[in-house]
């Protein structure tokens, strides 16, 4: 069936580091893929996202890179602040428009 | 300010009783989603709705029933068929027309004991 597989679940980072989470999707049809941010107590947010006509993409801290051929996707957060402590979600959506989400990561930032 | 609320942001409710969760939006989006968000499983769509007066079963819908009688309302019943109904629900809205971002309310975390 369709399916994202994300990793790692937890990560913990020192504050100044690089943050890298992995996912791998299922729907080779697909062609969007975002990430998501939850924050304790809230709904996600999209952060950036990417489509299959590129194979990565970067807004400020953040970036995203794709590659099609091996169905994975990944997300990089540089400079880690605190305030990147949250959960983080990858999806992609497949070729009937709906949204797969992963299981998500849960990233600490350690001060 | 324009977004989307759900209400209220924690339910008790005992087991046997149906419950219904609420979901406003004012971005005048045509589509709308329920999931349920359970720790380590990430996000499970429950039921969706394109426009108003028209919904479809997402992939767990068993339990959960919604109607779509406005643009702006989507509310979500959680029956007594449901077998675990312990969980956080967040619902979500998008423009179809604009962008696949869907933009998420802040969640409301139901308890049944």
């Known amino acids: 069936g369709e399916n994202v597989e994300q990793h790692p679940s937890t990560l913990s980072v020192q504050e100044g580091d690089s943050a890298v989470i992995k996912c791998t999707y299922s729907?080779?049809?697909?062609?969007?893929f975002p990430w998501y941010k939850q924050e304790l107590g809230k709904g996600p947010q999209l952060i950036i996202d990417i489509r299959s006509n590129v194979g990565e993409k970067k807004d400020q801290r953040i970036a995203v890179t794709l590659n099609k051929t091996a169905k994975h996707f990944s997300l990089h957060i540089t400079e880690t602040q605190p305030e990147d402590s949250a959960v983080y979600f990858c999806?992609?959506?497949?070729?009937?428009?709906?949204?797969?989400f992963g299981p998500g990561t849960s990233l600490s930032v350690i001060p | 300010d324009g977004g989307i609320t759900q209400s209220p942001k924690y339910l008790f409710r005992k087991e046997g009783q149906n419950v219904t969760l609420s979901c406003e939006q004012n971005?005048?989006?045509?589509?709308m989603y329920w999931y349920r968000q359970d720790p380590g499983q990430g996000l499970r769509l429950i039921y969706y709705s394109q426009i108003v007066n028209d919904f479809q079963k997402g992939d767990i819908a068993e339990g959960y029933s919604v109607s779509r009688e406005k643009k702006e309302s989507f509310p979500l019943t959680v029956t007594s068929a449901q077998k675990n109904p312990t969980a956080f629900y967040l619902c979500?809205?998008?423009?179809?027309?604009?962008?696949?971002?869907?933009?998420f309310g802040p969640g409301t975390r139901l308890t049944v004991t």
């Open positions: 999806a992609f959506k497949t070729s009937y428009d709906k949204v797969i």
């Open positions: 979500a809205s998008r423009d179809p027309g604009a962008s696949y971002e869907q933009y």
């Open positions: 729907d080779s049809a697909s062609n969007y």
């Open positions: 971005l005048n989006h045509d589509a």
